[in-house]
């Protein structure tokens, strides 16, 4: 699939003996402000005279993340050592001074790549008194080979030069290849951290989340099937009694409603739009983080995104038949509407993130501002391709289960909703309902944080996987019990209630974000802040949406079941 350019990465070659090696030159920016880039000749650095490269293609999660390479113009040749060599010029006038020294004063770093394996070197650095600047001038390439491929990077910065006005300074590369025992499969081992990753405190994590779970689920499981089990036994006797003998002022709990209990929820095209799009996240995350298990993903730029973007648009069916059918049996009656809104809900949120954050970009002239081709192509996907398939679930959800089946019969008029204590009210119940899924999840987020928002390599998807199964179970457990609770003092509104009680892990995730980015992070600047927060938004929105849908659809079979087993005239 391509459009002007490809969707997915083609692995790296293998070489021939003094077959052309291209060195790219990526960004360049601030070391504490990893978002913060621009290209890498927009420091006045000087080109190589190699003119001619072989063709390269950009990935579609390449441009959405501003990897933009651009050629060094160094002559390197596979197993072919080069000596010190002077490959051009740098005329230091006033403002090209200027430009290096603000570089150096703000910690600038730059990125390069040699057959996708990347490389960083520091742009200079200033005497104690920071009163004179240096600029490194010599890029001592050391590269690895097993066999005909190339599997190490190292890059040594060498000849400090003081940056001194209107003179010339000279830049100069060299490159020496050695033989290595490394295998290809596992030459990017040596950037990833184990000792941060699988550090005692990270299984000790992962190990008290699942005992939390069980703890959840036993609890659950003892608290409702005894309460349940008295439930039924009392109303099985109410059943029994006469009229006469029935004490009417004794009637209470959740069978009282069964009449209101199956009603259509609150403005049900919205609702349903959001479980079909929750529904399509958790399907999207499934399956990303088992193929980022199985192909490791993190080894290839932008091949992560690239595949989010691609599996997004392949499980749009799940979201149009999930929210079409829920729409459907409802009762909802402008399924075209609710097929767009669901369609574009995602999109919309994302596309409209990532645009405002672009006009920031675009003033700073940063390598992050996205390019307008792929804007154009984004669009085409989503009017392509993603509402397409989403029409065909749409379809297939209302065709197959868009019938109400509902084991209790629906009143005309709703019953009224009795008052009830403080702490049993819906919004009550909604903020309460989002701490235990939060706290099942939040020391992992801190090591998803620090691999996007640091320099680390997420690679431990095994964790991740883990942290989504815990996250689904304990946020069915706690929307079953919360709404349980809700229909016990015979309030009817648990569709929006389970929804949200679950997605309000999102909130505390936001907040979690705050402190992270000041407690944690030396971020700075209007780009920085803007681009960190906008996209934290949009991460805690995909994610409180997808534990709502995950909470409503674990409820909701909950509250078919407690209704299906109860006796109702």
Sequence with gaps: MEFYFQLMRVSPKLYQDKEEVV??????????NRQETYKYFSLPFCVGSKKSISHYHETLGEALQGVELEFSGLDIKFKDDVMQTTYCEIDLDKGRREAFVYAIKNHYWYQMYIDDLPIWGI???????????????YKKLEIGYNTNRIVDVNLTSEGKVKLVPNTKIQMSYSVKWKKSDVKFEDRFDKYLDPSFFQHRIHWFSIFNSFMMVIFLVGLVSMILMRTLRKDYARYSKEEEMDDMDRDLGDEYGWKQVHGDVFRPSSHPLIFSSLIGSGCQIFAVSLIVIVVAMIEDLYTERGSMLSTAIFVYAATSPV????????YARQGGRRWIKQMFIGAFLIPAMVCGTAFFINFIAIYYHASRAIPFGTMVAVCCICFFVILPLNLVGTILGRNLSGQPNFPCRVNAVPRPIPEKKWFMEPAVIVCLGGILPFGSIFIEMYFIFTSFWAYKIYYVYGFMMLVLVILCIVTVCVTIVCTYFLLNAEDYRWQWTSFLSAASTAIYVYMYSFYYYFFKTKMYGLFQTSFYFGYMAVFSTALGIMCGAI???????FVRKIYTNVKID
Excluded: I, K, Q, R
């Design 23 to 32: 060195l790219w030159m990526n960004t360049v920016g601030p070391y504490h």
């Design 319 to 326: 979201n149009g038949y999930f929210g079409g059918s829920l």
């Design 551 to 557: 909470g409503y659809m674990g409820t909701s079979a």
């Design 123 to 137: 742009v200079g650095e200033a005497d104690e008194n920071g009163e004179d600047y240096y600029l490194w001038t």
